[in-house]
């Protein structure tokens, strides 16, 4: 069965240094989204990405992080200064369509800034 | 912004038992989807529902739509420890891209 993949499965990085959290969504998904999960709070949309653009995006999503699909499979998702609070699981999906379909989710990264 | 409110919040129940997870939405619901998440990993897809009244059924686990009441049950029929988990309820935001998710019931299977 398709899978989405991500890597690293935990990553452990100081306040203040970049992170880049990489995911292969299914080879023939058009739509592509990450999403974070604090510890012991709901699943938290953040982005959707499709054509090579952001299609919407929470008000998480601040400008401290980007996405980006450098070469047609990887998909990835870039913080630039990390903070106490960005420390949560991140788990990538992606679907074929919209509305009305099923999406995929990876296992996430479990990322913990100290 | 749309808030899909599950309960209960946990549920611990004896094996072989039955029981119903409720998400209901503070706005129209245009499709509602289960998850199932075992801690700390990914989310499976469990069930989609569209229409109202519709009703879909995968092995133990029957999932109903009500459109008026804004409302989907989740119900498992003499559950066992495989069940045990947090179980998500999502919907389509507005934009149709993405999902946002209830807060997740989370459910223990005891022998």
């Known amino acids: 069965e398709p899978e989405v993949t991500q890597t690293p499965s935990h990553q452990v990085t100081q306040m203040g240094q970049e992170v880049i959290l990489r995911c292969v969504p299914i080879?023939?998904?058009?739509?592509f989204y990450w999403y974070r999960q604090i510890l012991g709070q709901k699943v938290e949309f953040l982005v959707s990405f499709y054509n090579n653009e952001i299609s919407e995006k929470s008000e998480i999503f601040d400008d401290q992080f980007s996405v980006e699909r450098p070469d047609g499979s990887n998909f990835t998702l870039k913080i630039r200064s990390t903070k106490l609070e960005d420390s949560a699981m991140y788990f990538c999906?992606?679907?074929?369509?919209?509305?009305?379909?099923?999406?995929?989710f990876g296992q996430g990264t479990r990322l913990t800034v100290v | 912004s749309q808030e899909l409110e599950q309960s209960p919040q946990s549920l611990i129940v004896q094996e072989g038992k039955n029981l119903t997870i409720n998400c209901t939405s503070s706005?129209?619901?245009?499709?509602l989807y289960w998850y199932k998440q075992k801690y700390g990993e990914g989310l499976i897809f469990l069930m989609m529902l569209q229409k109202g009244g519709e009703e879909k059924s995968h092995e133990k686990i029957t999932a109903k739509l009500d459109e008026k009441k804004q409302q989907s049950s989740l119900h498992i029929t003499a559950s066992q420890p495989s069940h045990a988990g947090i179980y998500l309820c999502g919907a389509d935001r507005n934009s149709g891209y993405a999902l946002n998710f209830g807060k997740g019931t989370s459910l223990l299977v005891t022998p």
């Open positions: 706005k129209t619901l245009y499709g």
């Open positions: 080879s023939n998904h058009l739509y």
């Open positions: 999906a992606s679907t074929a369509g919209l509305r009305n379909t099923e999406a995929f």
